[in-house]
């Protein structure tokens, strides 16, 4: 019965593999207090790793990858939470985004893209295709109001702080009142205008925008839609 809910091999080469990687590497290694050294360190380890699962992937035979690189990590609510309030106004952009968390995804996204550069010369029947989301999500979250959203540094669902997110409180987060279970962290009232969601993720609305930018290859490189990333002839 398994046998028959697995897909046929001859699936394996003509899926298109989609990976979005970098932003827990990233906010994990920060959440525990290490240097941007010792990130910048980790992350190398991460990104051989990336390759080697590209690698295996090819050898099972995938021909086909979508690869993003990681989002202005600075400007997440959870990650300005943690280090906003702490930081000097110099370290804060003039979207009111962290500086040094954003320098370290850029330094990540630059990394990325020389793995991608190895991998096509390792996997030469491959067609891999980098998609800049850095550059759109921050972008979007920069000029939120121009694209018909709300503060996009503000979480849509939270309880308190400056920017709706309280890491003991978070999204559906509940308090005892009288006995019952009330819901202190809700939702706000037009999520179709929120860009990010919990604080950490961004919501439906969001991910519909950007999704729009990126699907017609104005930011992939090669620059080809996504209805044209399986092509591997295309890419040689």
Known sequence: MFRELLPKEEYFSEGLYTFD??????????????????????????????????RNVYEEGGRSFWIHNTGPLGCLPYVLDGYGYSMRSDQLDN???????????????????????????????????????????????????KYGFKDGLIACCGHGGKYNFNNGARCGATKEENGKKVVIAKACKDPWRGIIWDGIHYTDAANHWIFQQIANGSFSDPPLPLNMACHASIHH
Request: one cysteine or more; glycine letters at 4%.
């Open 95 to 145: 979207s009111g985004c962290a500086k040094p968390l954003n320098k370290v995804a850029q330094d990540f996204n630059s990394k990325l893209k020389e793995a991608v550069v190895q991998l096509r010369k390792q996997m030469p029947e491959a067609a891999i295709t980098y998609v800049d989301v850095y550059t759109v999500k921050y972008n979007l979250i920069s000029n939120a109001q």
């Open 21 to 54: 990687i970098g932003q827990n590497d990233i906010t994990a290694g920060f959440r525990v207090n290490i240097t941007s050294q010792e990130v910048n360190a980790y992350l190398s380890h991460v990104l051989t790793q990336f390759s080697n699962v590209i």
